[in-house]
């Protein structure tokens, strides 16, 4: 990872924060991209004060007619691009039939039409040079639908799907694609801001360890890490073969009850 350049979408603050920090702590150059120059410039700022090199790059990810501009922007800092971290991505509880449309949109263009369409800028680049990495945070949302964060919960399975696809077809190349599932996250990001409590038996994980799944992808290839600390594998297993009694599974933990008081 050494003096490789990675762009990193929703370096701002929460967990794309951590990630752009950990990636210049393993040797990587950093791109931050977001919409406030003011929170970019300090997380770049903590890259420079631990020795790293980081640039921010304002940008607004429901804007993809910008992100061929933004990559030719992006490239000319460090003369290359090797890794694109898809990271940036909103949220809002909410009954379905009081979602505005304005939101759906804006939720669907930057959850999942950005990180596709960042991903199309870029990808000639990596398939010339013979090497990159796509990684897209995802959520274990994407895995079993949330009541009243439908439009979330689609765009994130919309992004997993999308990343399997892709990992199939660029098998026979040198450009890797990794999906990263976070469940519940601690001390800051979207969750932490909403300020409710992870179901104890659900449990939850630190930014820090959404980082390290960013790293493992790099490393190992990874098509998919999920970051959750409770057995979630065969829980899904389970919801794959009875989506009923996934909902059971998941009322059992509470979650519906929780998500009603986000709305609230
Ligand atoms: N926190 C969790 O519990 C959790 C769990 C599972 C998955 N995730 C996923 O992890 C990722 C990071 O979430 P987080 O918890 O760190 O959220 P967050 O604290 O709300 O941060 C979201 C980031 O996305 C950026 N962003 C939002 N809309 C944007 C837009 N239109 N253009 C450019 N940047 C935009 C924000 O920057 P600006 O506002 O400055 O533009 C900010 O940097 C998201 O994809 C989220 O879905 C989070």
Known sequence: MEGKVAIVTGASRGIGQIIAQ????????VIAV???????????????????????????MTQSENFEQLIEKATSVYGKLDCLVNNAGIEQYQHFK????????????????????????????????GNGHIINVASLAGKKGVSYNSIYSAS?????????????????????????CPGFIRD?????????????LLGSSLPQDVADAVIKCIKNNSAEVIVNPGPMKPLLALNQISPRLGDWVVKLFGVPE???????
């Open 22 to 29: 950990t990636l210049a702590q393993k040797g990587m150059k």
């Open 34 to 60: 977001a919409r406030s120059i003011d929170n970019l410039s300090k997380t770049c700022q903590l890259i420079k004060d631990e020795g790293g090199q980081a640039t921010p790059i304002m940008a607004d």
């Open 98 to 129: 009081n979602y505005s449309s304005e939101y759906i949109n804006n939720c669907l263009k930057t959850n999942l039409h950005a990180p596709i369409l960042l991903s199309k800028a870029i990808l000639p680049q990596l398939l010339e040079q």
């Open 156 to 180: 994130k399975s919309g992004l997993i799907m999308w990343t399997d696809s892709m990992r199939q077809e660029l098998s026979q190349t040198d450009v890797n694609i990794s999906v990263v």
């Open 188 to 200: 800051s990001g979207m969750f932490h801001n909403s300020g409710q409590t992870a179901p104890k």
């Open 258 to 264: 929780m998500n009603q008081k986000r709305i609230e």
